[in-house]
Structure formats: structure tokens, C-alpha cells
């Protein structure tokens, strides 16, 4: 079956600007992560959750970070003021329960120049 | 505050040359221990869970063993294409807390 798929899987933007990322998970389950990994590092996770709500948002940097998941289904991080420090790789994970096993997408390579 | 170590940082290997990794880490109440493979601008990709202490797992080539404090991925007569970088998690509650990784080079 299809894996969890993320869009764009490049992103180039200029530092202040606004961006959204994407996030489709796997059918059917109900817990969905992101987390954002920078170059040589594992990923560092930003917020999840389960079904329509975010159970745990501990992880976002500041206030310029949010991300919904209005059906319960699909996500999008959205970042305000990007500045240069945000690049790295932003990746998505679901699954079936919230301490089931954690299936990655691709991720979105985020440059802020 | 859950913190995840893996060594070593890098590791390079002839084909057939068995070896193992090292994930040690400190968790208020595991709930698991999961080992991943990422190959380079891919997300990572899933290889197994442990439980408690005393379990093992077996995939092909790779063997993933638990005690209270450390894992460790054996690597068994690897090839060219176990090449990878191999990250290790420990879940708490619902989130993933990574080590850095271990690179990993199979030489032909």
C-alpha cells in the first residue's frame, strides 16, 4: 500500500516569508508526527497527533511553528518569518496508535535563504 | 529528559566483515527501542522494535539485542548494500528521541 507522502519535497524560500508543508499518512492511522532533522543530526521531534488534535506540540521551536491536522487525516506545518536557521529536512511519520510503530515519509528539504 | 548516545559516529567495513552498533540511552519508562536505516535523502525506514530487556530480532543480515541501559545492532557478514546511515530511538510516550546515527560504509 502507498507509504506517507510529503509536498513539496523541495522548498526554497527567501528569510521572512511563509511557508506550508504537507503531510499524507498512511490510511487509517490515527497518530501522525513531525519532526525536523538538521545535517548529521537524528531527527528532533516538533509535535503529534492523535486524530484532530495535537497531543503533544512540546517540541516546536517558537511561536512561528504551527501545524493542523483538521480532518484527521492530512497535515501541513506552516512556518511564519522563516529565517536561515529553519533549513533542514521536515519529516513526517504515522501510525496506527500513538505507541505503534512510526512509519517515515520522504521529507521536505527546506532552504531559507 | 530522554537522551539517546550511538556510537560509533562512523564506521567503515569490508564486505564480510561483521561488526556491531552501539545505542546506548537513558528513558523515564520505555515503552520501546526502535531501530531505523536511512539512506541518504531518504526518510528513515523502519527495522525493528524491542520491548525489554532480553529480546532480540532478527532481519537477514542485522540482529537487534536490549539490555536496561544499551542496544546494539550486529551486522553479520555485511554487503555493499548495507550501506546506510543506522539510527536508534527510544519512545516514552508518543514521540521518538534519535541518536546522531551511526554512518556506515560496507566496502566491496
Known sequence: GAGVSQTPSNKVTEKGKYVELRC???SGHTALYWYRQS??????FLIYFQGTGAADDSGLPNDRFFAVRPEGSVSTLKIQRTERGDSAVY??????GMRETQYFGPGTRLLVL | EDQVTQSPEALRLQE???SSLNCSYTVSGLRGLFWYRQDPGKGPEFLFTLYSAGEEKEKERLKATLTKKESFLHITAPKPEDSA?????????????????TRLQVQP
Not at chain 1, 91 to 96: G, I, K, W
Not at chain 2, 85 to 99: D, E, I, K, P, S
Open chain 1, 91 to 96: 519529516l513526517c511519520a504515522s501510525s496506527q
Open chain 1, 24 to 26: 499524507d499518512p498512511i
Open chain 2, 16 to 18: 564480510g566483515e561483521s
Open chain 1, 39 to 44: 545535517l548529521g543530526q537524528g531527527p528532533e
Open chain 2, 85 to 101: 546511515t543506522y539510527l536508534c530511538a527510544v519512545q516514552a510516550n508518543g514521540a521518538l528521541t534519535f541518536g546522531s546515527g
